[in-house]
T-cell receptor
Framework: DTGVSQDPRHKITKRGQNVTFRCDPI?????LYWYRQTLGQGPEFLTY????????KSRLLSDRFSAERPKGSFSTLEIQRTEQGDSAMYLC?????FGAGEQFFGPGTRLTVL | DQQVKQNSPSLSVQEGRISILNCDYT??????FLWYKKYPAEGPTFLIS?????DKNEDGRFTVFLNKSAKHLSLHIVPSQPGDSAVYFC?????????FGTGTRLTIIP
């Protein structure tokens, strides 16, 4: 399977704990995106990388959130001191084309903060 | 501020008939539009896209129409099949960042 993969698929944590998610994009894709989706809403943009450079961050991405993409391959999204409002599906996507091209999504990581 | 709106949360269509899903946008900077399909417990799957320089794009059973003056796009599925039952998201972008609508749940009735 050469699609976008995400790990873990589900994460349950207690409020105040730190969590880290991983995304492995399609291998030749140099662009990687993180989105968050809550119930009844469409995915909302969080941040994106071109290779290892983080080029844009949404104001949704508070100081408790940090994303990295070392060596321009896989990416991690860390949430520190989780809050109940962080409960959501975290989606990763990758693309190859410059500018507005199709983004291919992974299955997502569902985070539940108790 | 919802820049991309899908005003119909759900739609039921008889198998074999045409499904029409609608989407409106407010941001004039959007110049590329996409439709994604989502099954439960899966990420969105890309269906079809259209650039603002076109008013129609067709791919098999799927056709997207864009009316820039009305800031409206629609997805037509003909003929509808049971496997088309899913949530459909409209998305728009001026660059790298996709802005999604809230989705329309399409149910195809056998």
């Amino acid at each position: 399977d050469t699609g976008v993969s995400q790990d873990p698929r589900h994460k349950i944590t207690k409020r105040g704990q730190n969590v880290t998610f991983r995304c492995d994009p399609i291998s030749e894709h140099n662009r990687l995106y993180w989105y968050r989706q809550t119930l009844g809403q469409g995915p909302e943009f969080l941040t994106y990388f071109q290779n290892e450079a983080q080029l844009e961050k949404s104001r949704l991405l508070s100081d408790r959130f940090s994303a990295e993409r070392p060596k321009g391959s896989f990416s991690t999204l860390e949430i520190q001191r989780t809050e109940q409002g962080d409960s959501a599906m975290y989606l990763c996507a990758s693309s190859l084309r410059f500018g507005a091209g199709e983004q291919f999504f992974g299955p997502g990581t569902r985070l539940t903060v108790l | 501020d919802q820049q991309v709106k899908q005003n119909s949360p759900s739609l039921s269509v008889q198998e074999g008939r045409i499904s029409i899903l609608n989407c409106d946008y407010t941001n004039s900077m959007f110049d590329y539009f996409l439709w994604y399909k989502k099954y439960p417990a899966e990420g969105p799957t890309f269906l079809i896209s259209i650039s603002s320089i076109k008013d129609k794009n067709e791919d098999g059973r799927f056709t997207v129409f864009l009316n820039k003056s009305a800031k409206h796009l629609s997805l037509h599925i003909v003929p509808s099949q049971p496997g088309d039952s899913a949530v459909y998201f409209c998305a728009a972008t001026p660059n790298e960042k996709l802005t999604f609508g809230t989705g329309t749940r399409l149910t195809i009735i056998p």
